[in-house]
């Protein structure tokens, strides 16, 4: 057979061999793919990392209507990312207070309730805050100075925060942890509680690290609330005064130094009303002793706290420059509420709201309205690192 | 918070995996050692044409696409391609040779975009056909080909191994095969078939969907979605079924000829044993919990609170079990014809229909317990076939095909147990007559399937699968590279 024969022989295999291929190989359908977030590639897997605030803890209880209203919650609506919670069932476990007065949790039921987690599950949780976390908590649920809870296992499954982030392959992380590292010592009048700064660093260090050898591409530090300033702690003139309005019964006595050399002390409310106004309420004369009671905060001690949130926040800030992150310092909003009076000097138990509209009935934690202005706050403070458009409603 | 109160009797309702003990038909002692034999030639096969059917027998054949209904080729294959074909062997043949099965695959998941590749070893499966020219107007032969197999490997860390990490249907036929003509133009042929099979299914199980107290599955104490604390094994016995293979060729003009052919469905009822070991969760208690009135501190690991309920022992749930399940290898119809445009190019066709619904579900029957059952509600597919031969010289022919299968399963049953979706594959193979009668076949095919969104998640018990559990994109592909020597008796 000659070469001629061989080559017009061969000229139609050529071309059908050709067709078959393209035929083979086909093309990739775009509609098997998933959509990207409307806010952009950046937020394709959103992980937030925090405590009681960012697993949206409210009113001394936790249920999937309060988990829902927290602020990362609201930032990955604005983000149009998918979302997944950990959600606890109603009425929460603990219930949250209802009545600040008479301590009355939803659904009656007691502080050591839990009604446990919804099911199914989801298969990757985006919000892995845990209440009560510290930072050494993000990175480990076992050994000295953690504080790991009932509430690591139901929300985690014995995961830390770093652990279950990383099942979500995070593209962007918001970081809001530190607060209970000054938050205790701040409730129980003891700055010896406080995580020293060096230890802070180090341990934020670490969390910051592990979120990069995650692969995430950018992300929103949070500053350490200054807890000072929160409507759980109220001055000891205040307490003064709601005696001299007769806020309080016969047995429960507020000495004279709370109105005088005291009247700078802090006073937080679960110890005076939880602790001291209880007792009184049963007949027990009790006094509120501004300059004596280990259990209060000095000017030196409330010194301390604001110093250490000080140090914390340069750091966390110095953290955001450098791996050009965002940096949010919520203590400026924080006090302009306060200046505002929207954050009550001290607290109206007999209103609806009595720590004001920005704070749950427990004062310690943000109310839904707090939890906006947060994501507002967040968002802007995205937008203008990374040039997003997030817009919360 | 005294919270976690967990029940101390236990409720694994759901692994209720106690078969009844049923004994398929009972063999001679060396002819079962002879079909075992025959049929270790066959196995570990992966998965190229629809369901889990595979490519017809041979090299000769998977060179032009699978065509040969109206030609089979002259190496004895026609058994398995068209019975009535036997008769066109000049006068006996006998093929031995080996294909390479390379697949590939993967499931990326929609929302962490994470790539889970298929276990990819290439797997090696040697064939033989054999057939003689009995009598002026009759040929015998005799066939151990394997129309249907399954193997499907993810590794354990797979999202889905919790559905299947491994999946394995092996299923020979042995078809001995008479040929008669009946006229010079028209040509029959029929066999029995005695199909041999086993099947065998691998998976994990999740804690978290186990009931940690009546009501309460561990996934609502907090044990994340996909914790796997124990392995099964679920493998069966040999089952045996009877069905038949007919086929008939109709030579209508010197190069024109139409062939048709039915295999008829083949039920097999499979006894066999479900194997469960334990599997470390890793998961330590994070904080001091409360547990049926006793204390565990924190740092107790989760594996020894589950060592103390006695799962795995003999009384415990999970303790070894038989089982038994039947599966039905489908029937197929197709017709085909060929037509020799020239004295050097021949055009093959054939259209196939295979009776998938067949496979509506898969039920294991636990023995004494509850039946575990599978949806599947596969539908009736068809395939269509295209072959190109090319006689380049008297002693080399070129083959080139083209194959379309449609896909057997819904889009609600795309999982882990067989990601399957249409699939276009494309041929090429040559036949060179090396002399004294002996032939060298080499063909080469590449599988394209359609990627297709699929599940790793099995619907809630007694719920029906939907598409909305789908949850990521499979893609297959595979090449297929064989090799046989023929020689013409």
Redesign the interface.
């Known amino acids: 057979m000659n070469r001629y024969r061989w080559h017009m022989m061969l000229r139609p295999l050529r071309w059908a061999l050709l067709g078959l291929l393209l035929l083979a190989l086909g093309c990739q359908d775009e509609g098997l793919l998933p959509p990207e977030p409307t806010g952009g590639a950046l937020f394709a897997r959103y992980v937030a990392i925090g405590n009681s605030i960012t697993a949206g803890y409210q009113s001394g209880g936790i249920n999937a209507t309060l988990q829902q209203q927290a602020y990362p919650v609201l930032l990955a609506k604005a983000m149009g990312t998918p979302f997944n919670l950990p959600l606890l069932r109603n009425p929460g476990c603990p219930p949250p207070l209802v009545n600040l007065l008479t301590g009355e949790r939803l659904g009656g039921l007691p502080g050591d309730f839990c009604a446990y987690r919804q099911v199914p599950p989801p298969r990757i949780i985006n919000n892995v805050a845990v209440p009560g976390a510290k930072v050494i908590d993000v990175l480990m649920n076992l050994g000295e100075g953690t504080s790991a809870n009932t509430l690591t296992l139901l929300l985690l499954g014995g995961r830390t925060q770093l652990e279950a982030a990383a099942e979500a392959h995070p593209t962007f992380v918001s970081v809001w942890i530190g607060n209970n590292d000054v938050l205790g010592a701040a409730i129980a009048g003891n700055t010896a509680l406080i995580t020293p700064v060096d230890a802070f660093q180090q341990r934020y260090t670490q969390m910051l690290n592990e979120l990069q050898a995650m692969g995430v591409q950018g992300g929103l530090l949070i500053g350490v609330a200054n807890v000072t300033v929160i409507p759980h702690f109220s001055p000891g003139i205040a307490y003064a005064q709601a005696e001299q309005a007769g806020a309080f019964p016969p047995t429960f006595d507020v000495a004279d130094n709370c109105a005088t050399t005291g009247a700078t002390t802090l006073v937080p409310f679960s110890y005076a009303f939880g602790e001291l106004l209880a007792a009184a309420m049963q007949g027990q004369s009790v006094t509120l002793d501004c300059e004596n009671d280990p259990r209060l905060l000095s000017p030196t001690e409330t010194s301390t706290l604001v110093q250490t949130v000080e140090q914390y926040n340069t750091f966390i800030q110095q953290q955001a420059d450098r791996l050009g992150w965002a940096y949010l310092d919520p203590n400026v909003k924080l006090l302009e509420l306060k200046s505002q009076g929207q954050i009550p000097v001290f607290p109206d138990v007999t209103a609806d709201e009595p720590f004001g509209p920005y704070f749950s009935l427990d004062g310690v934690h943000p109310s839904a309205a707090a939890h906006r202005l947060v994501a507002q706050e967040a968002a802007a403070t995205i937008n203008a690192v990374y040039g997003t458009n997030l817009q919360v409603q | 918070?005294?919270?976690?109160i967990f029940g101390t009797k236990q409720t694994f309702t759901w692994l209720e995996y106690i078969m009844r003990t049923s004994r398929g038909p009972m063999l001679p002692w060396n002819r079962k050692r002879l079909l075992a034999g025959i049929c270790s030639l066959l196995l570990s096969l992966p998965v190229f044409g629809q369901g889990f059917s595979l490519n017809p027998p041979g090299t000769c054949t998977l060179g032009r696409g699978g065509t040969g209904v109206a030609q089979p080729c002259a190496d004895g294959s026609a058994i398995a391609l068209n019975p009535a074909g036997l008769m066109l062997l000049p006068q006996g043949a006998i093929a031995s040779g080996a294909t390479l099965y390379l697949s590939r695959g993967s499931f990326t998941d929609?929302?962490?975009?994470?790539e889970t590749r298929l276990d990819e070893q290439p797997v090696l499966v040697p064939h033989l056909f054999a057939g003689i020219q009995a009598a002026p107007k009759l040929a015998v032969g005799f066939g151990a080909y394997t129309p249907y197999g399954l193997e499907i490997r993810w590794p354990r860390t797979f999202?889905g191994s919790f559905v299947s990490y491994r999946t394995r249907v092996q299923t020979t036929y042995l078809q001995p095969t008479l040929a008669y003509q009946l006229s010079p133009r028209v040509m029959v042929g029929a066999g029995p078939i005695l199909a041999v099979s086993t099947i065998g299914l691998w998976q994990q199980l999740d804690l978290?969907?186990q009931e940690a107290l009546p009501g309460?599955?561990f996934?609502?104490?907090?044990?994340?979605?996909?914790?796997s604390f124990a392995n099964v094994k679920m493998e069966s016995n040999e089952a045996y079924g009877l069905g038949g293979h007919v086929g008939m060729l109709f030579q209508v003009t010197d190069r024109f000829r139409i062939g048709l052919r039915y295999l008829s469905a083949i039920k097999l009822n499979y006894t066999g044993t479900i194997r469960f070991s334990p599997l470390a969760t890793g998961?330590?208690?994070?904080?001091q919990?409360e547990l049926s009135g006793q204390t565990i501190p924190?740092?107790t690991p989760?594996d020894v609170v589950l060592a103390s309920l006695g799962l795995f022992g003999p009384q415990g749930p999970l303790a070894d079990r038989e089982a038994e399940t039947e599966l039905t290898m489908p029937a197929q119809f197709a017709a085909g014809f060929s037509w020799q445009a020239t004295l050097?190019l021949t055009l093959l066709f054939d259209y196939q229909w295979t009776g998938w619904s067949a496979f509506e579900r898969l039920t294991i029957q636990p023995k004494g317990g509850s039946p575990i059952v599978r949806i599947q509600d596969y539908r009736n597919t068809y395939t269509l076939r295209t072959g190109?031969l090319?006689q380049?010289?008297s002693i080399l022919e070129?083959r080139?095909?083209?194959i379309y299968a449609q896909g057997a399963a819904p889009s609600k049953t795309v999982t882990p147990l067989l990601p399957e979706a249409n699939r276009?594959?494309?041929t090429?193979g040559t036949g060179w007559r090396l002399g004294h009668g002996v032939t060298l076949d080499i063909a080469y095919q590449?599988v394209?399937q359609?990627?297709?969104?699929g599940r790793v998640?099995d619907p809630?018990p007694g719920t029906e699968p939907t598409p909305a559990l789908n949850?990521g994109?499979y893609q297959i592909s595979a090449h297929v590279a064989s090799v046989t020597v023929s020689v013409l008796l």
């Open positions: 918070m005294g919270i976690f929609d929302y962490t975009q994470q999202a978290a969907q309460v599955p996934a609502a104490l907090g044990i994340p979605l996909g914790t998961i330590v208690i994070p904080a919990v924190a740092g989760l050097e190109l090319f380049a010289s070129v080139l095909g083209y276009n594959l494309v090429l590449y394209r359609d990627d297709r969104r998640v809630a949850s994109l």
